[in-house]
């Protein structure tokens, strides 16, 4: 043997062979051969003719000496092929005879044949009759299955116009979910295991094909359109596990403290029970068992965070819900429902909920944990060729960087599912707080005019608000602009100066900012009117210190002289009790001489301060009024 | 990271090194000093053997507790011109020398190393260690780190009278050497310049030994 040969090993095949194959296609195979046929079989292949007749006599006077010797020695067949030979040589001696009969009968000396005479088999007429129809018969129904067959099939390929083969949904299924052969069933997996999740309860599902059961196969050409009425059957039937049966979803709203501390069952509306029917088409049924199976993983990570979460007030998860606490007095509720298939057979008692659902919160949830699974599938690239895979671009720089330990502390703290959840619901809560504080002060003050901008584009936990207050016909005089960032639990305003101030989510604390931004503007717009009007600003102050003392802000002032100097307005507006208003003209009017100043000249320095009464002034509003009283003492 | 200066505080000649490091734990606590934690710098040293050709090459491989991620090598190129090839690199450089070993051999009783205490008061970070070479007390060393300034040139003096409070008359008026020598004073300060004072101060420490 080469050193380049290849061993071949040659077998037989092992199927059987075909002995017949009948008329409607069906194949008959020979039975398999036993040891003993197995080796006839074999036996029949030896050559013989090879052997010349003298070597066959001159073997067989051997074989005859062989025999004797073996009859005296009655010993047991030396080799297995003894009792072929015997029966060979029992039948080539009776050949022998045969043909040296033969050989003698053809010389016609010493024998001669003769014809035996032979009786004609009678003919039966109505046997040949009956041997003929049941032939035809015979054939007839071989012919008659055949039809049937055909017949059966195109009413198969009929129905299949409105339930597709199993085999094509099969493929469709396999197109979009997990299956492998498992001994003589299908199994799939559901579970987002290949998407990055790690959550341990697995997904599988059965794939069996469904039984046409009272379906006869008859029935469809003649009644079409009950078949159209029908709900959409299929040919394919999946079998979920029970816990994954039913309709799933996380419910998430804010809850006012005390409101009801009772840990209910959170249950689902009696309407979505209904779409759980057992035998759904196969697509909406994996999925809804898909979501199902989501849901759990998404609760169980929130519950596993709450738990393991340190944080003032301790997060409660009890039975499907877990609560945290988002701001003082406002908790968030993240709750799990199921509505299985219940095996006790229980309805859904709905209890009365004035609670909304906080569809924006649950969008993240799910975003979240999507986030979760692909960070766990996806590593940050480049990877590095050697070492390890899986920590990011910047722990892995952090060695050749020279990174320290508080840098290398930074790195290992990430936030949890639950804390980025309870941050969103924070920036939920103080929006909508912001949003009523400048709504309502919107509605409460007429002059001046605050109107706010939300921006459109905002992140899940940072807003953005801008508020100009105006007021009305004279908003090219004085315009003041804050913009205001929503943070989690923080409201960061900037003024137009530039200064920045920090706030708490108390909205007290913007109501008395926006207020005391108000009667700011009022003062800045009195001075620019008083430029444009000709009058000239004395003094002004934003903090004034004398006067009664104000809950919040300070009260400010301003003094304005008429062009000619002859007339005085004094301005001081309160945050609290609003804007008073005071004249003085000199030379007054009511001058006379006393003891102390007795001189004339003395009454150009101006007398007392008169309030105007402010309420029955003409005009529009604050602006409008000044503008009038400035207006008449010019002119008067 | 800020400016770091390193310097070698004498053991008096009637005390032991133990001792001279609890005059000067007792001395910055007294300034209002927290203790936080303990600090190590070792030094490991391989020198290449014949199969390389030519001189002899050294190479330092240091680890600091302030910085854990990372492997400071520093490679003595004999010259000429004498210089030092830096290199910063993560844990696993330390697995490398141990298959280079073939090339570079450590040499294991010249392994040294600084450990002890690290205070922290208000701005800067305080260690005071004790230096010992394969298990030999060798000296005391003080670290005295300013966190909020990046260049040594304007820390200097406010980091001299900080030290002087309690180091005494140890402290120079000028700044140290290796900040004259290699002309640091007025660039960013970097880990590999803190790692390069502890190496001049470990090879000064082994010149001792060899006396």
Redesign the interface.
Known sequence: MSAYSVNISVEAPVENQIQEITYDGQEIYTPPLTMSEHLTKLAQKIDFAKCGPEELNKEITEIDKNEDEAEQSTAPPLWPWDSVRNKLRNALTEVSVLADVLSIAKDKHYMVLDPVPQEPPELKPMVQVYARKKALAGAASVLLSGADRLKNLQAEALRNRTTPDFHIELLRLRQNFRLKKVSNSIVGDLSYRTAGSKFAQNGTFEVTKAEEDGDSPLSPPCSPNASLSNKPTSALRVTVPSELQGVAFIKVFFQKDQDSLTAAQLNLPSSSTANAIPDMYWQPKLEAAQNVLFCKELFNQLAKDAVQLQSPIPHIVVGNQIIASVLPGIQLVIGLCHSGVSTDGKTAVVPPSSNGHDHVLEHSLHQLLRELHHKNTHHPFPHPSSGPIGPSKRRRLAGPCAADREELMQMTQSETMLEQVIKQAQHINLRDRTLFVLDRLAKDIKDPLITSHWNALNSPTQSCVKINIVAHMYDTICRTSLLIHVNETTLKCITRDGRVIHMSYESQELRDFIMCQVYLHQMTAVQNLAKCMGWQCLANSAQLGVGAVEPFGNASSCVLASPTGERLISVRCEPKSGVHVTIAQSPRKDFFPGQLVKERKWENLGGSFKEVRWDKMEGKNFLNKMELLMASLTSS | ?GVTILLSYPVPENKTGPQTVDLLIKRIGALGAVQSGQFLVDCETFSSGPTMGGPPRTVHVLHNS???????ALLESPGPPPKTVPL?????FDLLMLKMSSIYASKKQTRMEARGTRFEIADFLVKIGTVTMSSNFKGVLVEVEYRPCFIAGNCWELMREFMQSFLGSVVQNTPPPYFQVHNRLNDVY???DTIQQYLDHFASYRKVAGL
């Open positions: 990271m302030e910085q854990p991620a990372a492997v400071f910063v690199a993560d844990g696993l970097q880990p590999l």
